[in-house]
Each structure stands twice: as C-alpha cells, then as structure tokens.
C-alpha cells in the first residue's frame, strides 16, 4: 500500500461563541498529536453567538479526514470545511515586523518593503515597522530579507481564510 503525502490543511469552522469552546477544539489537536500551524478565531455573526475558527494543519489526507471528523463530534461545534479540499479559496495573514537599522541597510530595507508592498506603520530614526498582508509564503519571504537587514521582532495574525466565489461555509 502507497503512503498518502503529507500536506497543508486550512480548516474552517463555526462554532458557538461560549467559553471553553476553542479550549476543546486545541485539546482535541493535542491529544491526538496533531500540530496547529496557525490559528484565528473571532465573532462573525451580529449577535456574537458563533465564532469562525480558522485552522493550518498538516498531515496526510487520512490524517486530515479524521480531524474533520474528531472536529465535527465535538458540541460546540456546527460546520466544519476544510477548504483545501473544498476548491478554490482565499487565504491570508497579516504580520507586523520590526526591523532595527541604519545607513545603506536602513534604505534597502524600506527598498524590499516597498516591493512587497508593506507599509510603514511606524518610523523612528534608527527603526521601522512595517505591515504586510499577503499569503503566508509571502510574509515568509519577506521576513527572511528582512533578518539580515536589522530584523528584531515579528508578531503573526494567522491565517485567515474563505471561499471564493458565491459558495460559502454553509453551503459546502
């Protein structure tokens, strides 16, 4: 029997906004010894009532089906959709990233920022921060450029992600 690649997963669920809810969806993760390489959760309905948990996984397709499944027993819980498998879909992070410079480095680095198109959202004599949404390849890149150049801190959003076109979690 063939071995099934292992691969990104981006996983989305709706779920009650109640306390503990999100507490039991990462312990499932870790008891079953999956790794969460990103997670955003927030509101996304006027009421306050559900929250959209979006969730980057890896593992084997089997390894993902069985998620899915673990994910939709639990009882907050009320869709769930991996969007890898779904079809074409929407997905980004936003990052900020510090970076501590001068001279020749200081003006490469707002160089490289402009080609990625990152905006500076802060600026000091010796230090820029910059904002960057984009995919996570591309904040990936960008962050690489940047060590060498003065990089000292970064701060992730995660990913968050939705379906392109009319279809929509519910509807999948």
């Known amino acids: 029997m063939q071995q099934e690649a292992p691969g990104s997963a981006v996983i989305s ?7 503990g809810a999100l507490a039991r969806i990462v312990g499932l993760f870790s008891g079953r ?62 990052a900020m990233i510090k970076v501590v410079s001068s001279g020749e480095l200081r003006t490469e680095a707002l160089r490289i920022a402009q080609a990625f198109r990152a905006r500076a959202v802060d600026t000091t004599a010796s230090s820029f921060v910059f904002e960057l949404t984009g995919s ?16 000292v801190e970064v701060s992730r959003t995660g990913v968050a992600a939705i379906c392109r076109g009319p279809q929509t979690i519910q509807s999948l």
């Not at 669920?13 to 306390?19: G, R």
């Not at 996570?136 to 990089?151: A, C, H, V, Y």
């Open 33 to 94: 010894g999956y790794n969460i390489s990103s997670l955003t959760v927030a509101p996304v309905d006027e009421h306050g009532k559900q929250s959209r948990v979006n969730i980057v996984t890896t593992g084997t397709p089997a390894d993902i089906r069985q998620i899915k499944a673990q994910v939709e027993r639990l009882v907050p819980v009320s869709r769930v959709a991996d969007l890898t498998a779904e079809g074409p879909h929407v997905a980004r992070e936003m």
């Open 13 to 19: 669920l709706l779920v009650d906004n109640e306390s």
């Open 136 to 151: 996570t390849d591309k904040l990936d890149s960008f962050i690489e450029l940047m060590r060498p150049l003065g990089l």
